[in-house]
């Protein structure tokens, strides 16, 4: 085995993390997009340990796969003597898989505690099983379970599990830091060394206890293993898994290595939050590679040196996975950040500096109240639109009075009562609500939908309270971030008071500019597109 091999058991060991759940469903369409992304072998499930994973491994069958060859995993039999009747055995034979990855025990701590079985029994376990399984046609993975702590503890008791497994024709044997408290200094050392007692082609499963999956993952490949497991995003029991994520791009473009296909290594972004969304788990905004702030720069001396060589702050093309440099807006911006994003939004800035040295005062004046520009690019377009002259608000709030009543009956009631001028017109409306702000966004809405209908279409899909100088308790600031959407686009925007209903006015009027603002101006720009074709 000359290239890499990757071994991805998301929908297995994946699924053993907390709060991670898969319809059969889902598993397919995961098992597709992993496939298309150029992955060796897909662990699909236990059969032995549940009727869903059975199903998945029929449903699996009418899948046409281009590369990937699905897995099934489970354990050596319970007794040396009774493999060919064993149940777990009889559901992977059933399965029906090109591949199965078996574990042993390789810890004699787990050989005698676990299974009450002499060192020879266990062993003839190991090659019983293997054997057997490989006599029927199978690729057979072996996974020395808890193979690192078993040989840091008794390493001739480890490697004779893990050659028994070899005479018996596994195809590769993979070694597990099952605990997942391995260093990377170990595994360079504990696979230099088996490496040199075994002939067959060696693996890495690693767990992220200690937070080095990755790390120990790529030093079992610096010391020759040439196939590596793990999951996608890290999911997985505990820690979770060493994560393919990141892995995989480290593998191609840091260790130079190559993999069995050729992957489009570009989708890796793409795979992950598809992944995160059909877990219905938050994508880590902080993961490497594929992280939303994976290539954010905030300091303004690191987006001046960016902009002249992205090199200087950046380890990699972010384009080579998937992903894309983002510039934040904050207290630490300088001119450069207000250039880029300037750029970014396509809005052309004045050549003089003064302008951006002006307006990167007026924002850090804004911060120091509380206002945070990073996470609502809505609010700072429309800030920044209003000091070059090309925006002001479509209405103006005048009045606005929030009534916030509790009955006898124990009923809470929320009023909203709004004066909003537009183009010179008031329009006095009140409406209800679930929630003072939510009656608020009601009134607002209603004031305004005879002057512009299509705010219909705006939803609000996100809504985030922060308590600004908490030590001030109830007379604290907030700021509110809100997050809307139209079905196509979404766009976040920010609001700060002392008062929260203030904020959330704040943050809401500025959700509704900005929307009204960006479909003038698309409408203007098709206009003109018509008049000079």
Known sequence: MSYIELFDTTLRDGTQGEG??????????????????????????WPGSNPRDEQFFQEVKKLHLSHSKICAFGSTARYPDKIETDPNLVALIKADTPVISIFGKTWRFHSQVSLGLTDEENERLIFNTVKFLKDIGREIVFDAEHFFDGYKDDSEFALKMLLAAEKAGADVLVLCDTNGGSLPNEILSIVTEVKTRVKTPLGIHAHNDGELGVANSLMAIQAGAVHVQGTMNGVGERCGNANLCSIIPN?????????NKILDVE??????????????????????FVGHSAFAHKGGIHVSSVLKDSRMYEHLDPKKVGNYQRVIVSDLSGQSNIRYKAKEL????????EFSKNFVEYLKTLEYEGF????????????????????????????????????QNDVSYSEAVLKVE???????????????VNALDSALRKALMRFYPEIANIKLIDYKVRVLGEKDGTQAKVRVLIESSDGENTWSTVGVSPNIIEASLMALSDSINFSLFKSRKEKKIGSDVTAVS
Request: net charge negative; no cysteine.
């Open 267 to 288: 989708k890796t972004t793409t795979i992950s939050h598809f992944i995160s969304e059909l877990m219905n788990i938050m994508p880590n905004n902080r993961a490497a």
């Open 422 to 436: 537009v183009d010179s017109e008031l329009e006095h409306t009140a409406a209800d609500g679930n929630g003072p």
């Open 372 to 407: 945070q520009f990073d996470g609502a690019e809505g609010t700072f377009e429309l800030l920044l639109r209003s000091e070059l002259k090309q925006y002001k608000p479509f209405f103006n709030v005048t009045y606005a009075k929030i009534n916030v009543l509790k009955d």
């Open 251 to 259: 593998i191609i473009f840091k260790l130079k290595k190559e993999t």
């Open 346 to 353: 396509g809005i052309d800035l004045p050549a003089e500096k």
């Open 20 to 45: 991670i759940n898969l319809s059969i469903h889902d598993k397919l369409l995961i098992t597709q997009k992993l496939d298309d992304y150029g992955i060796d072998i897909i662990e699909g499930g």
